[in-house]
């Protein structure tokens, strides 16, 4: 196996790292529009590339990432991953098959998913040195994986800090950030005792509300039904973070968002909106998951930078998101990375396969806009309907 790693990030530098796979996707749309071959996929790149927004260009080689590329590796897709300038590490075999998978959708958002060459899974063991002290860790696995990755990483942490190998930087004496997105096809009743366990090791747990639903013997979760707002409040009960100070986010497709902590609910709307005619510019929700908790995990690592400087600026006037700041206390990193996160997925739906990114006038553009002003536009008009119905943002009777 030959392993290249492009740009260099530095040790301590580090402050995003996805375990999920590099995939190459076929796409099955049942009828709605034309199949795809050979799209650029996988937890990893979607992952990526949500956290890339959120970090912008000048901290680009903080999002840290592995790259298994086999002997039938698309050449055109190597460049599109140059272009992010992320600090990727191409691990190159050419005795095996690029990682390959079959998505295909249903009308109401449902996925089918199979793989189609053997997979290569992510092991703690393969990080190496520099990515191991990420400040935050995303995973796409079983509960069981999940809390066997959180024991792996903190522990190499700690062997590491015993043989003088930790960074100098401050919060290589913090533990990490740890975001989890449940598995969907072991989103099923047997998991709920695993998944419950699991919520204990992690900060951020994110099933979407299909597969919340799943879990536990519902037809899916909605914010509107008694016995869905129960089961939320059971799992919070039961615990999530080492502290039972992290919280659940629900990702609900064109609903958006619904967060859960201890003490605070929040519902954040899509990015994209139906206009007077029912149409909107979401064309394939492929990844949009991933990119939403890649930008998620970046955004609770990324205050002081320009997307929270222009949440901060737009949403500060409004009383009832400086009373939701405060309700969430050591938490409130989470409403902003939230923000990014929604505007995040928004890109991602937009197109089949991953937002293009080019340079305008030395500025950063994806599908032509700048990350940065969408936020703006968005908070823009979080803030005029929190002003209008803050009980509806906040979840209050």
């Known amino acids: ?32 529009r034309p199949d795809v071959k050979n799209v650029l996929g996988g937890a990893a790149s979607y992952a990526v590339v ?4 959120v970090a912008g260009s000048r901290h680009g080689r903080a999002v840290s990432w592995i790259v298994d590329v086999g002997s039938d590796f698309p050449p055109e897709t190597l460049a599109v991953i140059k272009s992010w300038g992320t600090d990727c590490v191409i691990r190159e075999d050419l005795s095996r098959l690029t990682t390959r998978a079959w998505n295909g959708y249903h009308p109401d958002e449902k996925r089918d998913f199979k793989y189609l ?19 935050t860790f995303h995973m796409v696995c079983s509960p069981a994986r999940c809390i066997s990755i959180v024991h792996d990483i903190l522990q190499r942490r700690e062997q590491l800090r015993e043989a003088g190998q930790a960074p100098s930087t401050e919060h290589a004496l913090e533990r990490p950030i740890f975001v ?52 939320v409040q059971m799992i919070i009960n039961a615990g999530i973070g080492p502290n039972g100070d992290g919280c659940m986010v629900i990702r609900a497709g064109k609903e958006g968002s619904y967060a859960y902590s ?56 409004s009383e009832s998101w400086k ?22 997925a928004g890109f991602v739906v937009e197109q089949i396969g991953v937002p293009q990114i080019s340079v305008d006038n030395g500025k950063e553009m994806w599908n032509q806009t700048e990350f940065a002003e969408r936020v703006r536009l968005y908070t823009q008009r979080l803030f005029k309907t929190l002003q209008e119905s803050p009980q509806r943002h906040l979840l209050t009777n």
């Open 180 to 231: 989890w997105e449940p598995v969907p096809d072991l989103c099923t009743p047997e998991e709920q005792g695993k998944f419950l366990e699991a919520n204990r090791v992690v900060d951020v747990v994110s099933p979407n509300h299909m597969e919340l639903g799943m879990m536990f013997d519902q037809p899916g979760w909605t914010v509107e039904s008694e016995e869905s707002q129960a089961l």
């Open 50 to 53: 949500g956290a890339r927004l």
């Open 117 to 135: 060459t053997p997979k290569l899974r992510l092991e703690p063991s393969m990080l190496s040195d520099t990515q191991v002290w990420s400040r």
């Open 262 to 317: 201890r003490d605070q609910k929040l519902w954040l709307p899509a990015y994209h909106q139906p206009n007077t005619s029912g149409a909107t510019a979401v064309l394939d929700p492929t990844g949009a998951g991933n990119s939403f908790l890649g930008a998620l995990a970046q955004g609770m690592v990324t205050a002081g930078r320009e997307p929270f400087d222009i949440i901060e600026s737009t949403l500060s006037p």
């Open 1 to 32: 196996m030959v392993e290249t790693e492009f740009p260099n990030a530095q040790k301590g530098e580090v402050e995003f790292c996805t375990l999920g796979m590099f995939i190459i996707d076929d796409i099955e749309f049942g009828g709605s």
């Open 323 to 344: 009373q939701a700041m405060d309700n969430w206390g050591q938490r409130r990193d989470v409403l902003g990375a939230l923000i990014c996160a929604t505007v995040a």
